[in-house]
């Protein structure tokens, strides 16, 4: 059984002038989660989300909050996000030099991890924590800025490394964040991502409402998911 494409939204993307309307729309148009991104201006030349936030949001949505650590050191900001009782953490494979002790600590108290990879990250820098992870993110822009457009090679990099969980054996869900467009949607889920997260370029893109939005994506994935597709 194929597994289901999840919509996410992009926090960071939102209008913070109106942001508990964004909320509410976000959840009834049928978005799956929340991408909460944390950059700390080292990792990535920029800031975005603070751990005190997510208290704020948990006031009006109770949908999934997917956080992604885009920081020097995530070890430092996992107790807080495990005590608010994020669903899923995911942090940089660049970042931190015992990965597999930050993973266990994040899987042992019950929230789902994940790793991200920048886009000049090779996927044999994480192939031996594959079969303890809940789900990848590859990068398909260099992160810390929205807008950008997505890096060349990135469908090709989804597409190896769904080769490559297909010759282990794992199902893995595969999260794309970058450039997550209308146009580029179709080509990364038939390259094998299963969670999409979506920004300025679809989802809170200025010309129409995040439900308009949404509404075409939901038909971009039924048309990709029909038999026809090809």
Do not use: W
């Amino acid at each position: 059984m194929k597994r289901k494409i999840l919509i996410g939204a992009s926090l960071a993307c939102a209008n913070f002038l109106n942001l508990e309307k964004d909320l509410k729309d976000i959840e009834s148009c049928g978005v799956d989660y929340l991408h909460y991104d944390v950059m700390d201006g080292h990792f990535v030349p920029n800031f975005a989300l603070n751990v005190d936030l997510v208290s704020t949001i948990r006031q009006v949505t109770n949908l999934p909050i997917n956080v992604h650590l885009m920081t020097t050191n995530p070890s430092e900001y996992v107790d807080r996000f495990i005590e608010l009782g994020c669903e899923s953490i995911s942090f940089h494979q660049e970042t931190v030099l015992h990965s597999q002790r930050l993973i266990s600590k994040i899987k042992d108290s019950g929230i789902k991890v994940g790793l991200a990879i920048n886009p000049e990250t090779p996927l044999n820098a994480l192939e031996f924590l594959l079969p303890d992870l809940d789900y990848v993110l590859i990068m398909t822009v260099s992160p810390g800025f929205s807008g950008q457009k997505m890096v060349p090679q990135a469908i090709s990099k989804i597409n190896d490394f769904q080769r490559i969980l297909t010759a282990k054996k794992l199902d893995i869900p595969i999260q794309v964040d970058g450039n997550v467009s209308f146009s580029n949607i179709p080509a990364m889920v038939k390259a094998g991502a299963t969670m999409l997260v979506c920004g300025t370029s679809s989802l809170f893109m200025k010309e129409m409402s995040i439900c308009q939005a949404a509404e075409r994506i939901h038909s971009i994935l039924d048309e990709i998911q029909s038999p026809v597709f090809s």
